[in-house]
């Protein structure tokens, strides 16, 4: 495997240090865009029974916006309910905005990656074949071993940069995907919320 890298050319450095980065962003946002972490099931629900209780406590509020990113919307929502429902729109928009920015970590330097990375690879076969057109010029074409060097370079470069990119690429799509389908959960949730608040829809939260 080393040999391989190395025989890649110092542009294999940047390729495969784009690799490990993008293999980190994978797994970390897998574990952080779990649905159930995100938006757990019943939580609305939950709320709802607290506050017909009126066991809405501030430590009860710290744990909900603690605990998960709908969490943290609903008592944005919670905070200002009695100031009427614009407001309460309002604050759940702007938690919102910050939930979703969140969920959107790291998503960019993953696109970045999975659109570079191709790149490098193609200026690996440049750099290889122009090698390879030197020597062509210094020795002739009677030394295969150089002119195969210089062609190994590059196409082992092209190859491992659409090795790091198809990857990343896939999962920056997936990611996408699935915060959008989360995001729409969360505003259906918060959008109960505000209903059942105002006495405009009836309590049936599941």
Known sequence: MFELLQSGGWLMIPIVACSVI????????????????????????????????????????KDLKRN?????????????ASHGREIMKESIQEAAGQVVHDLEKFLNPLGTIAAITPLLGLLGTVIGMIKVFTEIM?????????????????????????????????FHRFFQR?????????????????????????IDLD
């Open 22 to 61: 993008a293999l980190a962003i994978c797994l970390e946002r897998l574990w952080t865009l779990r649905p159930n972490r995100i938006s757990p099931p019943g939580l609305l629900a939950e709320v709802w029974t607290l506050i017909q209780e009126r066991n809405i406590t501030t430590e009860r509020l």
């Open 68 to 80: 998960s990113p709908l969490g943290q919307i609903l008592v944005a929502g919670l905070n200002n």
């Open 138 to 170: 210094i020795q002739g074409t009677g030394n295969a071993s150089v002119l195969a060097g210089g062609i190994s370079e590059a196409l082992i470069t092209t190859a491992a940069g659409l090795t790091v990119a198809i990857p990343a690429l896939i």
């Open 178 to 202: 699935r915060i959008d389908s989360l995001v729409v959960t969360m505003e259906q949730e918060t959008v109960k919320l505000i209903e059942v608040m105002h006495g405009e829809r009836d």
